[in-house]
């Protein structure tokens, strides 16, 4: 018989789930076993490093661009965690960028971002004028047939990726309270939201219901979820599980950087 339950899930509950679902995607547990897996850095990948390894790591690290305070800016290099490669299933310590030049057919590349539209569009920032990360990855990606896997939050939604990319660009922008960057849009992967996530995990549909809340629901996702009344109430059970999953508090260099945003500049 069909149900239906109503839950509220706060930013780092999402992260959670996200990030649980990932691990279950086919193509990650094939990778786990027999292949490569990138986890480039991101608030989002930091918790699916805990979920693919089974250990906790300070996530606030795992991070090189990063929004907080309310302004975009970047984690000082001293403090980041370097993404974990794993191969067969152990961590190893190589660079990622040593490693992705190897990638190939059942390898993963895991890569968070900033913005998501109803197309299924992925939007990353991107302060590096050279396209940082993806910039460096999403070509041999693409070129190779590599699987690409995007964990979004429904928080990230955005009326159009294409749009926002084609109006914004770093030597486009004359003013910024953040660091300046572009937007590069991506359309090659596989996005992994909340609703994918719950599906993968339980077999049931979900429909954003609401959005945003105050006192540490800022961001917040409530969502309508739709199945078998034994695989609702297991989905429930799950997000009780999660509930209570503590935020991040991210971690921001000194404002008085090298290139100063207009904070403290006219």
């Not at 693919?52 to 090189?64: H, N, R, V």
């Not at 990606?141 to 429904?154: E, F, Q, S």
């Not at 105050?214 to 996702?221: H, W």
Request: hydrophobic share 40%; net charge neutral.
């Amino acid at each position: 018989m069909e149900k239906r339950a109503l839950v509220t899930l706060t930013v780092a509950e999402s992260k959670r789930l996200i990030a649980k679902g990932v691990v279950k995607l086919p193509q990650v547990q094939k990778a786990l076993k027999e292949g490569t897996i990138i986890i480039a850095g991101g608030t989002t990948n930091g918790y699916i490093v805990e979920e693919l390894t089974g250990k906790k790591i300070d996530k606030d690290k795992y991070t090189a661009g990063i929004v907080v305070q309310g302004r975009g800016c970047v984690t000082p290099p001293e403090e980041r965690i370097a993404p974990v490669v794993i191969e067969q299933g152990e961590v190893i310590d190589k660079p990622w960028t040593d490693v992705l030049p190897g990638l190939q057919k059942g390898d993963v590349f895991i890569k968070g971002g900033n913005a998501l539209d109803l197309d299924g569009n992925v939007g990353v920032m991107v302060a590096h004028p050279q396209g940082g990360t993806i910039g460096a990855a999403l070509p041999i990606l693409v070129a190779r047939g590599i699987d690409l896997v995007l964990p979004v939050g429904l928080e990230k939604l955005v009326p159009s990726v294409i749009m926002a990319a084609k109006e914004g660009g770093i030597e486009k922008i004359d003013y910024s309270l953040g660091m300046p960057c572009g937007l590069v849009p991506v359309s090659y992967g596989q996005v992994v939201t909340e609703i994918q996530a719950l599906n993968t995990l339980y077999s049931v549909d979900v429909i954003p219901y609401g959005s945003g809340g105050v006192g540490g629901s800022e961001g917040a996702q409530t969502l309508l979820i739709i199945g078998e009344e034994g695989n609702v109430k297991n989905a429930l059970e799950f997000i009780k599980g999660i509930k209570g999953e503590p935020p991040l508090k991210g971690i921001k260099q000194k404002c008085k950087c090298g290139k100063p945003c207009h904070y403290f500049r006219d």
